[in-house]
């Protein structure tokens, strides 16, 4: 199979196991701190550190204006809490500076290499969050890829070691922002609840019959019960 209709392949499987996806909030700023807040942490500390920043400042121009230390204490059940207080304070302050105000909605009329390209140049924003915003705020057809992601694709063989993934994906992938909005909320979640880091359930596997690590998997699960 190639890689384009691999990715098809999944695609339609986890469409049929999961369905419909929530629609998530689409302000670039919101989604810009969120996603800085989300890194190296899970769902519920990211939520529990956006509520609580927004619980203390009430505004993000706030944040911009506020001390290091005290957005530090007040995110620190996200961990890394320093380095992402430096980064959101920062990155406010920049959208500022070179905006007039705490608005992103110039990244609408540019490319997706020109708004790669900025939001890149803000301070702890890589890829994915750069992704997640030009995809989720603005549909721009640019593929995100995450932790979860980046592991079930690799054990499911559409990403080799070594390889980056952001750009396989995006060259196999049809610019649909649908599609790859969908395709990343599916990946994230089969990455949660099935895929795990650590044993995998691969016998309630969507994409077990497409994927060598579940296909040995489930042969060494029947070998041992035999
Ligand atoms: S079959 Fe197993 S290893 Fe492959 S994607 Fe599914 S859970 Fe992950």
Redesign the pocket.
């Known amino acids: 199979m190639t890689r384009g209709k691999l990715a098809a392949w999944i695609a339609g499987r986890l469409d049929e196991r999961f369905g419909e996806v929530k629609r998530r909030p689409n302000d670039p700023v919101e989604i810009l701190v969120a996603t800085i807040l989300s890194q190296n942490t899970n769902d519920s500390n990211r939520d529990r550190a956006y509520e609580s920043l927004i619980g203390r400042f009430r505004s993000f121009e706030a944040v911009a204006d506020a001390d290091e230390d005290e957005i530090a204490a007040t995110i620190r059940v996200g961990g890394l809490h320093r380095q992402k207080a430096r980064s959101i304070k920062e990155s406010l302050r920049r959208i500022i500076a070179e905006r007039g105000g705490l608005d992103l909605s110039f990244l609408a009329g540019l490319t997706i290499a020109e708004g790669l390209n900025w939001l890149l140049s803000l301070p702890g924003v890589g890829k994915k969050t750069a992704g997640i915003v030009l995809l989720f705020s603005f549909g721009k057809p640019y593929f995100p890829v995450d932790t979860h992601i980046r592991r ?1 694709l690799s ?2 063989g559409l990403i080799e070691n070594g390889e980056d993934p952001h750009r396989v994906m995006n060259q196999i992938l049809p610019k649909d922002p649908v599609l790859m909005r969908r395709l990343h909320l599916h990946l994230i979640r ?1 990455g949660r609840t ?2 795990h880091p650590r044993r ?3 016998s309630d ?4 019959a497409g ?1 060598a ?2 296909k040995e ?1 489930i042969s060494t699960l029947r070998r041992k019960s035999r």
């Open positions: 079930v054990r499911v089969l099935v895929c995998p359930e691969c596997c969507p994409l077990s994927c690590v579940g998997t």
